[in-house]
């Protein structure tokens, strides 16, 4: 079973930045489309950025030109790169797979906790 362990939360003032990874055990990797997901409290699941297994992104509107996805393939890593940050991007931070149905997604991680705050 894949298991997927995210990292790199904490708390940054507005306009600050974090590096989010998350590690996925298993050695087909290279061959899943990732994304990160986010979920504030009272709020449902979003899906925030996207890698296809060839590398091409994709981004929500309230994130794009601030986020940045990437990953290592060699290292079974997605990475999410967040600068100028803002208090409504607070959310714990998920990652699994993309543009399959929920039905195959991975077993959630236990996510990690993004707060912007002054």
């Known amino acids: 079973q894949v298991q997927l362990v995210e990292s790199g939360g ?3 003032q507005p306009g600050g930045s ?10 087909s990797f290279k061959i899943y ?8 409290p009272g ?11 060839g590398g091409r ?3 929500v509107d309230s994130v794009k030109g601030r986020f940045t996805i990437s990953r ?25 797979r993309a543009y ?5 997604y991975f077993n959630w991680g ?3 906790q993004v707060t912007v705050s002054s």
């Open 72 to 96: 290592d393939n060699a290292k079974n890593t997605v990475y999410l790169q967040m600068n100028s940050l803002k208090p409504e991007d607070t959310a714990v931070y998920y990652c699994n």
């Open 43 to 53: 709020n449902q699941r979003e899906l925030v950025a996207t890698i296809m297994n």
């Open 110 to 112: 236990q996510g990690t």
């Open 33 to 40: 489309h990732m994304g990160w997901y986010r979920q504030a």
């Open 10 to 12: 904490g708390l940054v």
């Open 18 to 27: 974090l590096r989010l990874s998350c590690a996925v055990s298993g050695s």
């Open 57 to 59: 992104t994709n981004y």
């Open 100 to 104: 399959v149905s929920a039905t195959f």
